[in-house]
């Protein structure tokens, strides 16, 4: 139950469950008690969902924007790196990861490389289904990161001694952004709404975070159920037809005449 809640409709606990996944086969007491504080967590957070919204004014644009980041061998067995990053549509998140990378990050900027990789890969694939389901809109994707080494692997071919080792398949993420495919932007770290899915926040930072990727949260809405937002036309459709876990207040909510409302969870 917890892990599709992570996965569904509840970015904010891909980390722990992340990082308590490891322990599935022999967990211990210690992580047994993790586990309660989730559900405290989650006892206490009930009214949280995604909203979607739109611009009143109409694009012929579909902008994909997402972050990536890493942290760098916090993993204490294998010194393995863990990849976050999150991507909104509408307004709302709409997909996101905390993984465990599968190689040892020699430094931070590789670690980072690796993540922005990922995060490429999964920008492509969102990219393929818009553009399947809205084939009149083009797709812009946009990825935000928040160290300059990185960057700067990503943007510029030219090989050092401390990089030339990465393996040829990370580079995906330098060849998309030659093409023109992919919008590889530097975002201070405070502002990077991936730094939730690679390490254990306090309250303040993680709320923060929270609303950064317009995560629903009672003080920002209207009541605990139900919050305005008016769909550009097709992109409701197309989280509905991917993402079927998600509920709608009005069952009439696709009849846009008559929908005047509806929240997303």
């Not at 289904?129 to 946009?142: A, F, G, R």
């Amino acid at each position: 139950m917890l892990m599709y809640l992570a996965t569904s409709t509840r970015p904010d606990l891909a980390f722990t469950l992340g990082q308590l996944s490891r322990f599935v086969a022999k967990p211990s007491a210690k992580h047994v008690g993790a586990v309660k504080r989730v559900f405290r967590y989650l006892a206490g957070t009930l009214d949280y969902g995604i909203p979607y919204a739109r611009k009143q004014d109409e694009v012929d644009e579909v902008v994909l924007e997402g972050y990536s980041d890493s942290d760098w061998a916090n993993d204490p067995e294998q010194r393995k790196s863990t990849t976050g990053f999150v991507f909104s549509l509408a307004g709302g998140a709409i997909a996101w990861m905390s993984r465990r990378q599968s190689i040892i990050a020699l430094s931070t900027a590789e670690a980072e490389y690796v993540a922005a990789c990922e995060a490429s890969m999964e920008a492509m694939a969102e990219s393929n289904i818009l553009q399947e389901i809205l084939p009149m809109h083009s797709v812009k994707l946009k990825i935000g990161i928040d160290n300059q080494a990185d960057h700067v692997m990503a943007t510029n071919p030219t090989y050092s001694r401390r990089t030339r080792h990465v393996e040829l398949r990370w580079h995906f993420v330098r060849e998309q952004v030659q093409k023109g495919v992919i919008e590889l932007h530097k975002v201070p770290g405070e502002e990077n709404p991936a730094d939730a899915f690679t390490k254990a926040l306090d309250k303040k930072r993680l709320e923060g975070l929270l609303k950064m990727w317009v995560f629903g949260m009672p003080s920002d809405r209207r009541s605990s159920f139900e919050v305005e937002a008016i769909f550009e036309e097709g992109v409701l459709e197309c989280i509905l037809k991917f993402k079927p876990w998600i509920r709608l207040a009005q069952a009439d909510a696709l009849d846009k005449e008559s929908w005047d409302g509806a929240h997303v969870r």
